[in-house]
């Protein structure tokens, strides 16, 4: 794509939002991918959606510049309606806010473009794409069918395009991804070959098979292997950069795709650490199915007849909650003992046996806030390696508004917060320094969610 040069916005409105208008448009750009931006937020504020899709092939769809302006937000500006329907076709979230705490929704009603507030509340009631919270985007076809087959795995194993990511004491062997140039670091897992393990391999290490790349039957299979007492020298002898890493919280600055199989293969292996005997009669186990089943050695032992939860790895669901207050323009954020100081995030606790999701919702919100709920909306889930809980999002709307902490209780507080203070936590503006967990907590996206949809209040 040739670049044109840039073009300086012009706005005939007389009223102005900090921010409306590409910031750097006075400044050379300093690189290529800054300048496909400004061209993508200039063609969004012109209506040119040709243009702006053309772009979109080289720039993120919710790429912000340095105020926080997304393309959506200058579209909304200008009342560019094609430009928006087309964005949210590709995608891009009607809850990102810019640095003013304003949503493409607040700049379309602030500027009176009707029909643009209508395409983008339409979005906003019904997303157009189901959230995908950080660890669960695994890009691997599980293939659960291959587990059984043995020979197939030991051949697997064997062939010149495996690949392997590494385990010690539960620790992911990583590195920085040398394609981020941000700030911001960003690790990947090391992946190792089998000639690269083979003398490792031979010992007959716990080898859990991860997935196959894509659909292909001879397509590229991943495998998690637990290399604890084996010489870190000789993974360093293939990747030099790498190192084991303690894996809360700097797996959350993982490439995301590479977070989703860590996910799987950490949770994976904390159950095989932790339950290395029968439940039902104490005896050994022997691992099977390539790591996701473990059978009893006894012969006479009742977990061989029928099916038994204590044979395959678990997953412990627990709910996590934004509650709504009865007239819907504050949230419910409480504080454990355990949290960063100034640091508020939803309520959260975990299901019991015989529990269906909204008594779950209902009762923790109950006795750790006091607050009575009733409607309970499923949100979205995310799988929390730490070891193997499944997160339920869920967003509640409170019939009571009275907060009484259990003193017993890890909650040591608990308050409504406004939208706008909302926005601040959000946005680290908050007068007393309050904020909140980052974009790739669930919590955060529920509360992203009910600010993007209480944008009209
Ligand atoms: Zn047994």
Known sequence: MRIRPLVRLSFSCSRRMSGDRPASSAVKPSNVATQYQEQLFDSAAKGNV????????????????DRGW???????????????????????????LN???????????????????????????????????YYSVNPLNRASDRRKHP???????????????????????LKQDPSVTSRKSKYILCLFSYKQLAEHIAKKPLLIFLGLETWDSESAVWFAVDVTGYEESKLKDVH???????????????????????????????WHDRYSFCATCGSPT?????????????????????????????????????????????????????????MFSCLAGFMEPG??????????????????????????????????????????????ETIKLDNDDELEAAQWFTRP?????????????????????????LIRTWVGNTSNL
């Open 240 to 270: 030099n950069d790498g190192f084991f890493a303690n894996p809360f919280p700097l797996t959350m600055q993982m490439d995301e795709r590479h977070a989703g199989i860590f996910a799987e293969a950490r949770s994976i292996l904390t």
């Open 151 to 173: 020979e197939w795995i030991d051949q697997a194993v064997k062939r010149d395009n495996t690949k392997f990511i590494v385990f010690s004491d539960l620790n992911p062997f």
């Open 99 to 133: 640095s003013s705490g304003q949503t493409a929704l607040d700049i379309a009603n602030f500027w009176n473009h009707s029909d643009a507030s209508s395409a983008l509340s339409d979005s906003t009631v019904v997303p157009t794409q189901e959230c995908r919270n």
């Open 50 to 65: 040709e243009h702006v899709l053309t772009l979109l092939k080289a720039v993120d769809v919710d790429a912000k510049n």
């Open 355 to 400: 529990e269906c999701i909204e008594d779950t919702c209902r009762r923790e919100v109950e006795e750790e806030s006091g607050i009575q709920v009733g409607r309970v909306e499923y949100h979205s889930s995310q799988p929390w390696p730490f070891p193997a809980v499944l997160m339920l999002g869920c967003i509640t709307h409170a019939k009571t």
């Open 421 to 445: 203070e909302v926005v601040q936590m959000i946005t680290h503006q908050h007068p007393d320094g309050l904020f909140l967990p980052p974009k790739q907590a669930i919590a955060h996206q």
């Open 70 to 96: 997304t393309a959506l937000m200058f579209a909304a500006r200008n009342g560019q309606v094609s430009v928006i329907k087309s964005l949210l076709e590709q995608g891009s979230s009607v809850n990102i």
């Open 286 to 342: 022997v691992v099977r199915e390539a790591g996701y089943k473990r059978v009893c050695d006894n012969a006479d032992c009742r977990s061989h007849k029928g099916i038994h939860n204590t044979c395959y790895p678990r997953v412990d669901p627990s709910l996590i909650m934004l509650v709504v207050s009865p007239d819907a323009s504050r949230c419910l954020l409480g504080r454990k003992k355990s949290f960063p100081p100034k």
